[in-house]
C-alpha cells in the first residue's frame, strides 16, 4: 500500500534531483536515510549547496558546528573518491569557523576537492563581522572549470595579482571584497569569456577600466565608496547597473560609458553624476536603451527623456525634480514616486502605469496638478495610484466641476458636473468610455494614515460609478511620513 503512494520516488532520477534542488540540505539528508530511492538520487546529485540557512539552524556550539563541517567534507570527499561530476558548490563560512583551529582546515579542503572534480559554480559566503577575514586560496582564481564564481566577505591578500586566470568564466561576483585596482584589472585579463560582472562593496576600489571584453553583456557597480574613475570600452554591454550609499555617494571624477552603443538597461542609484545635462548627453549618444530608472537622483532638476526604443522609465525620489519632458512613442511602463511635478508625455499607448505622490496636498492647487499629470497617461490598461491619506485621493468638488475626467484626453474641459437626474452623455462622443461607465472593481491598498476617510471616498465611487460592483480596502504596510 505504501508503494503505491509513493508515487514520487517512482520518478525518474533526473526528475527526482529536480524535486532536489529546491529542498534543504537537512531535508535531504533526512530523505536519503529513510529512502534508497532518494538516497541514490541524492549519491549523485550534482549540486551541493550548504548554506547559511544550515549553520544558523544549529546550536552555536563548537563541537556541533565542527561536526556539520566534518559532514560536508565527507560527503565532498565521497564525491571525490568516486570521481562524481560536481555542477555548483556553495559553502557558508561561519564565524565559529574562522575563528577556532582546524576548522579552516575543512573549509579549504572542501574548496580544493571541488576543484579538483571541476565544479562549475562556485559560491563561498564569509560571515565576516566588519571586515573579510577568509583568504581565499590562490588555486580558485586559476580554474579552468569555473563558469560562475560568487564571492562573498573574502579577503584576497595571499592572491599573486599576475596568476589570475579564468578561460571558461562567464560570470562573476565580488561582495563585500576588499580589492585594489590592480587585481581587478588583472581580473579583466584573465577573463576572456565572461558576460557578467558585479563588485559591489568593493573598499579600495578606486578605478574600473573596462576594455577588451568582448561578451561583456551586464555590468553591475553598487556602493564602492572610493571609486572615482568608470570608463567602460564594451560594445555588446547591454546592462549598466550603478549603485551608490546615501551616506558615501561615489566621487566620480571621470564617468564615460557612450562608446557601450548596445546598451539597452541602466539603472542609476544616488549618483552625484547625474546632473540634467550629463543624462542629456548620454541619452543622446545611447539610442537603444529600452529601460531607464533613475533612483535618488538628487542632481537632476530639468530633464527630457526621448527615444524611439525606450520601453521602461522610472523615477523614484529624485527629490529636487520639477520637470520631466518624456518624448517616447513607444513607452509601455512608467514608474513615478515623489512630489507632484511638471510632466509631459508624448506616448501612443503606456501600457501600465504606477505613481507614488510622498506627502500630503496642502492647496488645492496640488490637486490640480495630478489631474493634469494623470490626463497625459494616454490611458493606460493598469494604473496603480498610491497617495499618503485618503483625503488626498478626494478631488475637491469645485474642481470636479471645472476639470475633466483625468481617464482620457479631452481637449476642451467638462464645465458642469453631471447629476442623477441628467443623462450621461460625458463620454458618448470619444473613442472610449470613461470611468463612470466602466468602472467595476476599485480596490486601494492602505495605511493607518487617513483611515477616517474611508466611508467618503468609498461613498464617493459608489455615487459616480454607474456599474460598480466591488469596493474593498486591502490593509498594508504605512507609508512614511512626509
Not at 571558461?168 to 585579463?189: E, R
Not at 497617495?387 to 478626494?394: E, L, Y
Request: proline share 5%; net charge positive; hydrophobic share 40%.
Amino acid at each position: 500500500m505504501e508503494q503505491e503512494l509513493d508515487r514520487i520516488s517512482a520518478l525518474p532520477e533526473p526528475i527526482l534531483q529536480h524535486i532536489l534542488s529546491f529542498i534543504p540540505f537537512k531535508q535531504i539528508a533526512q530523505s536519503s536515510i529513510v529512502s534508497k530511492t532518494w538516497n541514490m538520487a541524492w549519491t549523485s546529485f550534482p549540486f551541493l549547496k550548504f548554506d547559511r540557512e544550515l549553520f544558523h539552524d544549529t546550536e552555536p556550539k563548537q563541537q556541533r558546528i565542527k561536526e556539520l563541517y566534518n559532514s560536508v567534507e565527507r560527503i565532498v570527499l565521497n564525491r571525490h573518491r568516486q570521481e562524481l561530476y560536481i555542477q555548483k558548490f556553495e559553502l557558508y563560512i561561519s564565524l565559529q569557523t574562522l575563528h577556532r583551529q582546524g576548522f579552516l582546515a575543512l573549509v579549504n579542503s572542501c574548496i580544493g576537492y571541488v576543484l579538483e572534480l571541476n565544479v562549475k559554480e562556485l559560491n563561498l559566503y564569509t560571515e565576516s563581522g566588519y571586515s573579510p577575514h577568509y583568504n581565499l586560496h590562490q588555486s580558485v582564481l586559476v580554474s579552468k572549470s569555473i563558469t560562475k564564481l560568487c564571492l562573498y566577505g573574502c579577503n584576497l591578500k595571499l592572491i599573486n595579482s599576475g596568476d589570475i586566470n579564468f578561460p571558461n568564466l562567464k560570470k562573476l561576483v565580488f561582495d563585500t571584497i576588499p580589492v585594489k585596482d590592480q587585481i581587478i584589472q588583472n581580473l579583466v585579463d584573465g577573463c576572456p569569456v565572461v558576460e557578467d560582472m558585479r563588485f559591489s562593496a568593493c573598499h579600495g576600489l578606486e578605478s574600473i577600466k573596462l576594455s577588451g571584453i568582448p561578451k561583456l553583456m551586464a555590468l553591475e557597480l553598487g556602493f564602492n565608496r572610493n571609486l572615482k574613475t568608470v570608463v567602460l570600452q564594451a560594445s555588446r554591454l547591454q546592462s549598466l547597473i550603478i549603485k551608490s550609499s546615501l551616506s558615501f555617494p561615489e566621487p566620480w571624477q571621470i564617468f564615460n560609458i557612450v562608446t557601450c552603443k548596445n546598451l539597452k538597461k541602466l539603472l542609476l542609484f544616488s549618483t552625484n553624476a547625474v546632473t540634467d545635462r550629463w543624462l542629456h548627453k548620454l541619452l543622446s549618444e545611447l539610442l537603444l536603451v529600452e529601460e531607464l530608472c533613475l533612483l535618488r537622483c538628487f542632481m537632476l532638476e530639468r530633464i527630457k527623456i526621448s527615444g524611439h526604443c525606450m520601453k521602461s522609465l522610472s523615477f523614484h525620489r529624485c527629490q529636487n525634480l520639477v520637470e520631466v519632458d518624456i518624448d517616447t512613442p513607444n513607452l509601455e511602463n512608467l514608474s513615478y514616486n515623489g512630489q507632484i511635478i511638471s510632466f509631459s508625455l508624448k506616448a501612443l499607448k503606456v501600457l501600465k502605469v504606477c505613481l507614488t505622490f510622498v506627502g500630503s496636498f496642502p492647496e488645492t492647487a496640488s490637486h490640480d496638478k495630478m489631474i493634469e499629470f494623470l490626463r497625459k497617461l494616454s490611458d493606460p490598461i493598469s494604473l496603480t495610484l498610491d497617495i499618503s491619506t485618503a483625503k488626498d485621493a478626494i478631488i475637491p468638488k469645485e474642481l470636479r466641476q471645472t476639470l475633466p475626467s483625468p481617464s482620457y484626453n479631452v481637449n476642451s474641459p467638462i464645465k458642469k458636473p453631471i447629476y442623477k437626474v441628467e443623462n450621461t452623455n460625458c463620454c458618448k462622443l470619444l473613442p472610449f468610455p470613461c470611468w463612470r461607465h466602466c468602472l467595476k472593481t476599485v480596490q486601494i491598498i492602505e495605511s493607518l494614515r487617513g483611515s477616517a476617510d474611508k466611508k467618503s471616498l468609498k461613498k464617493y465611487f459608489y455615487k459616480n460609478a454607474e456599474i460598480l460592483k466591488r469596493f474593498q480596502y486591502v490593509s498594508g504596510p504605512p507609508l512614511p511620513k512626509g
